[in-house]
């Protein structure tokens, strides 16, 4: 059974970096056949898609985003990141990280996510 | 960038009737289709994927229908743990999104 798992700070400064980790148990993020994904939630709101990362290397991001993202992997630790550059009070949501099953379908394992809140 | 527009934003109803939950896209997304069950403090739960095939472990009461761009999902026979804000996604076109949610509530 797939299980990952959010860590990172709480609380980030306006401007600053939003660094969050997602630790995966149960198979590993080398696998071919899954994409490693971000997607957050505005208190109250829908769910927005982040981006994207995959073993080859190949990444895909929100436009919205793109300028200020960055997704990353550490196949030796079996986990993957994100970084959210120049971060606002419009990025406070919860972030939560999930498997995406690429060409054979949508994110099927979520892990239980992490609230960031933007604030000084 | 596709928008999915789900309806009714809200729906009331008693547990052993049925739910019928509507999103539509503004393209064709073929059937690349999804719906997801959330809970308060919980992450989404996937139900269906691609139009019509049930996720492991997900009921038969679920069921989905559609093609291009409108889309149902199905409850029959809700029970009392179906009662949750549900959302569609789509994986047809970058990026990837979702629907505002339709929340289910106990009438």
């Not at chain 2, 269906?48 to 009921?59: H, K, L």
């Amino acid at each position: 059974q797939v299980q990952l798992q959010e860590s990172g700070p709480g609380l980030v400064k306006p401007s600053q970096t939003l660094s969050l980790t997602c630790s995966v148990s149960g198979g590993p993020i080398t696998s071919d056949n899954y994409y490693w994904s971000w997607i957050r939630q505005p208190a109250g709101k829908e769910l927005e898609w982040i981006g994207r990362i995959h073993i080859s290397g190949s990444t895909d991001y929100n436009a919205s985003l793109k300028s200020r993202v960055t997704i990353s992997m550490d196949t030796a630790k079996n986990q993957f990141s994100l970084m959210l550059t120049s971060v606002t009070a419009a990025d406070t949501a919860v972030y939560y990280c999930a498997r995406d099953r690429g060409a054979m379908g949508p994110e099927d394992y979520w892990g239980q996510g992490t609230l960031v809140t933007v604030s000084s | 960038e596709i928008v999915l527009t789900q309806s009714p934003a809200t729906l009331s109803l008693s547990p052993g009737e049925r739910a019928t939950l509507s999103c539509r896209a503004s393209q064709s997304v073929s059937s690349y289709l999804a719906w997801y069950q959330q809970k308060p403090g919980q992450a989404p739960r996937l139900l269906i994927y691609d139009t019509s095939n049930r996720a492991t472990g997900i009921p038969a009461r679920f069921s989905g229908s559609g093609s291009g761009t409108d889309f149902t999902l199905t409850i029959s026979g809700l029970e009392p743990e179906d009662f949750a804000v549900y959302y569609c996604h789509q994986r047809a076109i970058w990026p990837r999104a979702f629907g505002q949610g339709t929340r289910l509530e106990v009438k």
